[in-house]
């Protein structure tokens, strides 16, 4: 996992700057995420514990949105550039640096996770071990968010994302790996790209059983 995660650090590093400029507007222009992103954080309200995770969080922009949508939130993310930016950027915030398969948050302590396109680069057959990991920080009864690109193939796709190789998914096959993490599905969204990829975009809502 170790040599993939570090030629992906390097990849974003070295766009720090051109990717929140290309992010800046928080979802403005994608209406079916920012509405998903709301019942997520509708729903985390709703537990009563609002200590969220934005995990590859990036320059910190979804950090910010969930914060203003009522959330606790901070962001983790691999690349000390995006870290850096994010701090720089949302100076009221926390952002720190850490792996996906190791993050520093104690078991069950989050009412919330998001992974907003976060797991894309990670070769499928180490998907399930995020997941796991994703599922020790949360509470009985949090949710799970993931966003990813969708094909209508059956089986993952792998393609040339403009900063690190990536991969898209059936939705199906990744719902199944919600549930054998240990999460009911709850949700489902699957909607026309917003680039020109050409992939469908799906988010899967998911609750800690």
Known sequence: MAEHQDGTRAAYDGVVELYASLFADRLETQPFARGMLGTFAELVRGTGNVRTADLGCGPGHMTAMLHDLGLDAFGLDLSPGMVGHARRAHPALRFDEARMEALPVEDGALGGVLAHYSMIHTPPEEVPALLAEQVRVLAPGGLLMASFFATE?????????????????????????????????????????????????????????
């Open 153 to 209: 193939g059956p089986e993952p796709v792998r393609f040339d994302h403009k900063v690190s190789p990536a991969y898209s998914w059936p939705v199906d096959r990744f719902a199944e790996l919600l549930a054998g993490a240990g999460l009911f599905n709850l949700a489902r969204l699957v909607h026309d790209p917003v680039s020109e990829r050409g992939f469908l975009d799906a988010h899967l809502l998911g609750r800690r059983l």
